[in-house]
């Protein structure tokens, strides 16, 4: 069985929010995460991924919930461990949850969330998910104390955070790709679903596919950067063929 791709729109909202914040309502307001959605299934993309944030530093409800009504992929919520967050996931009734560590500090997600330490707070999240029927996953560090805890508290899934692997290089990305083969093997033996994430580009990709056990990869930032560049050609030809085309 293939490798599913997750696609994370979250930094489309990242560019709107940067000149539109005030202003989500205007017809301006652009670019849109809705049409990035449809965008990435048009590509090949078997899920999309938001992260709604407590501080809304990109999406935001009411990307959310369009996303969820008009886009007809599986969708995976990513979010923290609040009250609010639950509450909006069980309104928002998402296919996958992914609970991830949040700071306000941190530009993007950064290590893995310790399922272990605050498994008694976790625990009744993950229950009350569960119940509506969203099946739940654990964004962690591929060590095998998460993996065990991510087991025991009934998470359906794992998401290897890939984020050390993708920042390390020579004998350091050789150890860490052992960390992460090493975990998802444990991950397979306990039932888990392996799925991983972050800071995974065309560079790291071979390498990280030697990884044993991977179901879905989640990859979002690579993706806009990306499009940045391959489609920046064609929006600047299309703004100067209709400047010349309206010309006097």
């Given at each position: 069985?293939?490798?599913?791709?997750?696609?994370?729109?979250?930094?489309?909202?990242?560019?709107?929010?940067?000149?539109?914040?005030?202003?989500?309502?205007?017809?301006?307001?652009?670019?849109?995460?809705?049409?990035?959605?449809?965008?990435?299934?048009?590509?090949?993309?078997?899920?999309?991924?938001?992260?709604?944030?407590?501080?809304?530093?990109?999406?935001?409800?009411?990307?959310?919930?369009?996303?969820?009504?008009?886009?007809?992929?599986?969708?995976?919520?990513?979010?923290?461990?609040?009250?609010?967050?639950?509450?909006?996931?069980?309104?928002?009734?998402p296919d996958f949850v992914c609970l991830v560590p949040?700071?306000?500090?941190?530009?993007?997600?950064?290590?893995?969330?310790?399922?272990?330490?605050?498994?008694?707070?976790?625990e009744l999240t993950v229950s009350t998910l569960q119940?509506?029927?969203?099946?739940?996953?654990?964004?962690?560090?591929?060590?095998?104390n998460q993996v065990e805890a991510s087991a025991r508290?009934?998470?359906?899934?794992?998401?290897?955070?890939?984020?050390?692997?993708?920042?390390?290089?020579?004998?350091?990305?050789?150890?860490?790709?052992?960390?992460?083969?090493?975990?998802?093997?444990?991950?397979?033996?306990?039932?888990?679903?392996?799925?991983?994430?972050?800071?995974?580009?065309?560079?790291?990709?071979?390498?990280?596919?030697?990884?044993?056990?991977?179901?879905?990869?989640?990859?979002?930032?690579?993706?806009?950067?990306?499009?940045?560049?391959?489609?920046?050609?064609?929006?600047?030809?299309?703004?100067?063929?209709?400047?010349?085309?309206?010309?006097?």
């Amino acid at each position: 069985m293939s490798i599913l791709l997750g696609v994370n729109i979250d930094h489309i909202a990242t560019l709107r929010q940067a000149r539109y914040s005030d202003m989500l309502d205007s017809p301006n307001a652009e670019p849109s995460p809705l049409q990035g959605a449809f965008d990435a299934k048009a590509g090949g993309a078997d899920s999309i991924t938001i992260h709604v944030r407590g501080d809304r530093r990109h999406m935001q409800e009411q990307d959310a919930f369009e996303i969820r009504e008009k886009i007809d992929l599986p969708l995976n919520f990513e979010m923290g461990n609040t009250a609010e967050m639950v509450a909006m996931a069980l309104k928002l009734k998402p296919d996958f949850v992914c609970l991830v560590p949040e700071t306000r500090e941190e530009v993007t997600t950064e290590g893995g969330l310790d399922v272990d330490g605050l498994y008694d707070s976790l625990e009744l999240t993950v229950s009350t998910l569960q119940a509506e029927g969203i099946k739940v996953s654990m964004f962690i560090d591929p060590d095998a104390n998460q993996v065990e805890a991510s087991a025991r508290i009934g998470a359906e899934m794992i998401e290897l955070h890939t984020g050390c692997f993708a920042n390390a290089f020579g004998d350091e990305r050789k150890s860490e790709t052992e960390r992460l083969r090493a975990a998802a093997e444990l991950g397979h033996s306990l039932g888990l679903q392996v799925n991983a994430g972050h800071g995974i580009n065309l560079q790291n990709l071979p390498e990280l596919m030697t990884v044993p056990h991977l179901a879905e990869l989640n990859i979002g930032h690579t993706l806009i950067a990306s499009s940045v560049r391959i489609g920046l050609t064609a929006a600047v030809l299309e703004m100067r063929q209709a400047i010349d085309s309206n010309a006097s």
